[in-house]
C-alpha cells in the first residue's frame, strides 16, 4: 500500500538553529499537510497546501516556519531558528482531493524534533 | 472554535470484550469526522471517514457511528484483540476550512 515518508525519524538541534523536515507524500495526491504533536497534546494543524501554495495555515504557523515543494515527490517544512517550545513530533500527511474517498488523511511515521 | 472531546482517556479491557470509544465536538458544523488509531511513537492511521450526512461507517470489527446534530460520535471495536491496544483518535474537518481538529485520544489497552 502507498505510504507517506518522512525523514529523519529523529532530529536534535540547538536552539537558533535551522532545520528541514522532509516528507515525500503519496504519489497521486494533491492536498499536503504538517501537523504537530507536543508530548502529551493534541495534534495540531500547521498548514495545508494545495497547488504549489499554502491554503491554508494556522496560528502556530508563522514567520519561522515555511514550506515547499521543491520537485514533483518531496514536501519540506521549514523552521528558521528554532525555540525550545517547537520540540514536538512533526507530522506530515497527504490526501487525494475532494470526495468521499479523497479526503481520507494518510499520515507519515512522524519525525521528532527535540530542540536543545 | 472547534473543541473535540474523547471519553475515557483511557481503559483496559480484557481480550474478547467490546470496546466503545466515545468523541464529542462542539460545533456540528462538520464536513466529515474520521477516526485514527496512533501506535507510540508512531503515525496516524486511518480507520474510518464519515462524511457529515452519513450515520455510520463501517470495516471488520470496527463500527463508528456519527450523530452530527448531538455532536457525537462512537467507535465500537467488536471481541477487542490484544493487537488493538493503542491510541485512538477521532478528528473532525469543519465547514469552510481544511484543518482537522483533533481530540486528545483514548489510549485502550486490551488485557490477553
Known amino acids: 500500500e502507498p505510504e507517506v515518508t518522512q525523514t529523519p525519524s529523529h532530529q536534535v538541534t540547538q536552539m537558533g538553529q535551522e532545520v528541514i523536515l522532509r516528507c515525500v507524500p503519496i504519489?497521486?495526491?494533491?492536498?499536503f499537510y504538517w501537523y504537530r504533536q507536543i508530548l502529551g497534546q493534541k495534534v495540531e494543524f500547521l498548514v495545508s497546501f494545495y497547488n504549489n501554495e499554502i491554503s491554508e495555515k494556522s496560528e502556530i504557523f508563522d514567520d519561522q516556519f515555511s514550506v515547499e515543494r521543491p520537485d514533483g515527490s518531496n514536501f519540506t517544512l521549514k523552521i528558521r531558528s528554532t525555540k525550545l517550545e517547537d520540540s514536538a513530533m512533526y507530522f506530515c500527511?497527504?490526501?487525494?482531493?475532494?470526495?468521499?474517498?479523497?479526503?481520507?488523511?494518510?499520515f507519515g511515521s512522524g519525525t521528532q524534533l527535540s530542540v536543545l | 472554535k472547534q473543541e473535540v472531546t474523547q471519553i475515557p482517556a483511557a481503559l483496559s479491557v480484557p481480550e474478547g470484550e467490546n470496546l466503545v470509544l466515545n468523541c464529542s465536538f462542539t460545533?456540528?458544523?462538520?464536513?466529515?469526522l474520521q477516526w485514527f488509531r496512533q501506535d507510540p511513537g508512531k503515525g496516524l492511521t486511518s480507520l474510518l471517514l464519515i462524511q457529515s450526512s452519513q450515520r455510520e461507517q463501517t470495516s471488520g470489527r470496527l463500527n463508528a457511528s456519527l450523530d452530527k446534530s448531538s455532536g457525537r460520535s462512537t467507535l465500537y471495536i467488536a471481541a477487542s484483540q490484544p493487537g488493538d491496544s493503542a491510541t485512538y483518535l477521532c478528528?473532525?474537518?469543519?465547514?469552510?476550512?481544511?484543518?482537522?481538529?483533533f481530540g486528545k485520544g483514548n489510549q485502550v489497552v486490551v488485557i490477553p
Open positions: 500527511a497527504s490526501s487525494g482531493g475532494q470526495g468521499a474517498t479523497n479526503e481520507k488523511l494518510f
Open positions: 460545533d456540528s458544523a462538520i464536513y466529515n
Open positions: 504519489s497521486n495526491h494533491l492536498y
Open positions: 478528528a473532525v474537518r469543519p465547514y469552510g476550512n481544511n484543518r482537522l481538529a
